[in-house]
């Protein structure tokens, strides 16, 4: 075939193709990895949004006594706690996408599995306060109505150690493999 024989268009196809566009990792990511890695943001907002109030001195529902902390104190910690949990939520996209690949395998299996088996430690105490489990008691609340929302917001969190434990696995044995 020589060069006259490929039409201009047959050239232009090929130089816009999906992964010139779309820069992909080395390696195919599983489906639930992509979905888990982005869902992994909506799982920590929750918590977030649910910890604000607490910086401004509101106990949401919470039976204990008040503490006189200054609002220059407890708002700059609870804002910055906020912050920094939803990033390193956002930085787990790294485990699936091609930017995450440019670090050594290691450092991001390391990463990984520190952080998931400190998220799966808040598991397993959240499971052994929620239901009071081995002596374990939770925070009272003043009614059902505040209990509901916050072991839904915390039974949401916690669910993100053994979400990045998984992804670092799917990473793990993508790279390996």
């Known amino acids: 075939m020589t060069t006259t024989d490929i039409s201009p268009s047959a ?3 090929s130089a816009t193709t999906p992964s010139a566009t779309n ?4 390696r195919p990511v599983p489906v639930w990895a992509l979905r888990t ?5 909506l799982l920590a907002l929750p918590v977030c949004l649910w910890r ?5 001195g509101f106990r949401m529902g919470m039976d204990m006594p008040r503490e006189d902390l200054s609002l220059w104190v407890t708002v700059p910690y609870v ?3 906020s912050l920094l949990s939803e990033a390193f939520a ?3 996209a790294g485990l699936v996408r091609p930017w995450g690949e440019r670090a050594p395998a290691w450092l991001v299996v390391a990463a990984g599995t520190v952080a998931g088996g400190a998220f799966t430690a808040l598991t397993v105490q959240w499971v052994l306060t929620t239901f009071e ?3 374990f008691q939770d925070v009272g609340f003043v009614n059902g109505w505040w ?5 839904v917001v915390s039974g949401l969190f916690v669910l993100w150690g053994p979400l990045i434990l998984a992804l670092t696995y799917a990473y793990h044995r993508r790279r390996r493999a």
Do not use: K, S, Y
């Open 147 to 151: 209990r509901a929302p916050a072991t």
């Open 133 to 135: 489990l081995a002596g």
């Open 90 to 92: 956002l930085l787990c």
């Open 79 to 81: 804002l910055t706690l």
């Open 37 to 41: 890695a982005r869902a992994l943001p």
């Open 11 to 13: 050239t232009t196809m």
């Open 52 to 56: 604000l109030p607490f910086g401004f």
């Open 23 to 26: 820069p992909t990792t080395e």
